[in-house]
């Protein structure tokens, strides 16, 4: 993993202190070296921070072909490299470097930007092609590497982060109608700030000095419910699947330094260090983050599964005092703004990772995205696939759903009254949960709002937006109602959230590479043509998983319900230092100076805390808005947002 930036100039010439600048806001990314490429007219320029993980001494980027026609610059890896180096050597490529990243070099000479279907792994990169004057900026299929670019004067900017776009020049604003949206539904090509714009999953830009465009590589594809199912045995089901996640697991091994696993006590990581355990040389060690409050510390059963894989067992301790001394820096490092402080406890786990001499982790990322891991795809399951049960039967689950989930309150499932609009009815027939869920959200995120700020967006039909991002009639007409609402997630929370702020941004501020073998297309593939009832059975998320895995895993973590990783909420502790930091920071001189927020509104939320009659569910409820109101308090002082 490491940090690219790109320059492209339609006339004037690019000075190299903007390169430099470019590559010094991206130091954290890759600490190990710092290399940049620059055209002889000076209206081309690569950069490229390095963090060392394959290839220690020669894969110093950016990499040019045999005649130096063809350049590039790599973040990420390329899994199963060596075959395909091997093959692309038998057709007379020459190598320059042993590392992983130069395949995609070479196999852009042979196919051009149709060489993203032969990459296997998490990646972004940026090649610039000197014969046909033109440059590409691929990003792998569900977004796990980042890559923005925004155009400013007469020049096109990349970069693996917003802060380097920002340091090489490019200006920083908000996006009213990102924030107005919550940041997360929007378009996977949309960000926070006006004129930065993503790569999105799946898809690479094409520009010359004429003008760039987008195009798509590969999409999630659900089959159609009228699709007869392929001719398969449940067994035959878990089987398969077994094979192809431990082949994911077992290829994201493979490094030049020592490759550890974050653990959890959910199903996800367990089977991660499950199946890494029996092709790893020695103990795999595993890092464990720990809290205090029953309901969100699981380090008993991690440590438990630690032992059962034969791992090495490493705690990390996490108080509120850790998140409040923490958040600034982790938000900043995000630029996206935070709904528990679970991304600060993860940036800290980071640290502890680094700070240990490990570069590499396995996560568990990404497998409620496609194993409809999350609450609110079992409620869907309830609402629009139980016909003929009995509906008495039906509320009883769903209210079992509701007591079993009060962690996740106004989080992971429904909490009051929310607007999705009537687009969404009208074209799917439903409305998932999750959006129900945003729904609901928005409107206490709005309610912390100027109401002239409010009152300049609220005809904005956010999810239609959404809607019109998205081929509709390819996609999601006819799927399953989970599967839609599956796609729909891979398509906003899954890049917006879940791989940032709890993956890349994290993990990399602190020179971190996190691997994710629930993410890789293989596994995806799979997954997306296995029935809905392999997934839910019953009241059971991720059945094919538990089955899958179960020689690998502890008995309490296969019978154990999905339980969403979060810290304790600000709001439930007065008296500890994160809440005391809420309090300062929203009250004080930086929480007047957002220039979308109200304190006014926010200062009463802050005191209607202090009503003995609210229960815990409702604090925890508060805690969100609160917690993003204080994100973009951080975020518009540290990365220095225009007014």
């Not at 009254?417 to 729904?439: K, N, R």
Request: charged share 25%; net charge negative.
């Amino acid at each position: 993993m490491c940090g690219i930036t790109g320059i492209l100039s339609r006339r004037s010439a690019i000075a190299p202190d903007t390169v430099q600048a470019g590559m010094a806001a991206l130091h954290h990314r890759g600490p190990d070296g710092r290399q940049h490429w620059l055209a002889s007219d000076r209206q081309v320029a690569l950069g490229h921070t390095r963090l060392s993980i394959i290839d220690l001494t020669t894969g110093e980027q950016p990499i040019s072909n045999e005649d130096r026609s063809i350049h590039i610059v790599v973040n990420g890896e390329f899994y199963d490299f060596e075959r395909t180096r091997g093959e692309l050597e038998a057709r007379g490529h020459r190598f320059r470097t042993k590392s992983d990243s130069e395949i995609a070099l070479h196999l852009y000479e042979d196919y051009g930007p149709e060489c993203l279907h032969q990459l296997r792994g998490e990646y972004a990169f940026l090649i610039w092609d000197e014969r046909n004057q033109r440059l590409i900026a691929g990003r792998d299929r569900f977004g796990v590497k980042p890559l923005f670019f925004a155009e400013h004067g007469d020049a096109l900017y990349f970069a693996s982060e917003v802060k380097a776009l920002f340091a090489m020049g490019v200006p920083a604003r908000w996006s009213d109608e990102a924030i107005y949206a919550g940041g997360f539904i929007i378009p996977s090509e949309r960000t926070l700030f006006k004129g930065v714009q993503a790569v999105p999953p799946g898809h690479f830009l094409r520009a010359t000095r004429e003008g760039h465009r987008l195009q798509q590589y590969w999409d999630v594809d659900y089959p159609r419910d009228d699709a007869p199912p392929p001719p398969r045995s449940e067994a035959e089901w878990v089987d398969d699947f077994r094979e192809v996640l431990e082949q994911s697991v077992k290829t994201r091994l493979r490094a030049d330094v020592p490759v550890g696993c974050y653990l959890s006590g959910g199903i996800d990581s367990c089977a991660v260090l499950g199946l890494a355990s029996l092709h790893h040389a020695g103990p795999v060690r595993a890092y464990t983050l720990t809290f205090d409050g029953a309901q969100y510390d699981e380090s008993v059963i991690a440590e438990e599964m630690a032992r059962h894989a034969g791992a090495t067992y490493q705690p990390i301790a996490m108080k509120q005092a850790d998140l409040a001394d923490n958040f600034r820096a982790a938000v900043i490092q995000s630029e996206l703004p935070f709904v528990n402080g679970h991304t600060v406890a993860k940036f800290m786990l980071s640290r502890a990772v680094r700070d240990s001499g490990y570069k590499v982790v396995l996560t568990g990322e990404g497998s409620d995205e496609i194993l409809a891991g999350y609450p609110h795809f079992r409620r869907d399951m309830l609402l629009y696939h139980t016909s003929g049960q009995d509906a008495s039967e039906v509320a009883r689950l769903l209210q079992q759903l509701v007591d079993n989930n009060q962690v996740s309150r106004g989080l992971l499932m429904p909490e009051g009254q929310g607007d999705v609009g009537a687009t969404c009815q009208s074209l799917l027939g439903f409305v998932p949960s999750w959006l129900e869920g945003m729904g609901g959200s928005a409107v206490r995120q709005h309610a912390m709002m100027k109401d002239e700020f409010v009152r300049a967006h609220e005809g904005a039909d956010i999810i239609g937006t959404l809607l019109a991002s998205i081929d509709v009639e390819r996609r999601l007409k006819g799927r399953n109602a989970v599967h839609a609402a599956l796609y729909l997630w891979a398509k906003t929370i899954l890049p917006h959230y879940i791989l940032s702020n709890l993956g890349d941004r994290m993990e990399m501020g602190h020179s971190i590479e996190g691997r994710v073998p629930f993410m890789d297309h293989n596994v995806a593939e799979y997954l997306h043509q296995t029935p809905v009832s392999m997934k839910i059975r019953g009241m059971t998320e991720k059945y094919i998983l538990r089955e899958a895995v179960k020689d690998v895993i502890t008995p309490t973590v296969y019978h154990r319900q999905k339980h969403p990783f979060l810290s304790p909420p600000a709001t439930l502790h007065p008296e500890e230092p994160l809440h005391a930091l809420m309090q300062d920071t929203l009250r004080g001189k930086a929480g007047g100076e957002v220039p979308f927020l109200d304190q006014k509104k926010i200062v009463a939320a802050l005191d209607s805390l202090n009503d003995p009659a609210l229960d815990a569910g409702q604090r925890t409820v508060m805690d969100q808005p609160l917690t993003l109101a204080l994100s973009f308090v951080f975020m518009h002082e540290g990365l220095g947002i225009a007014n």
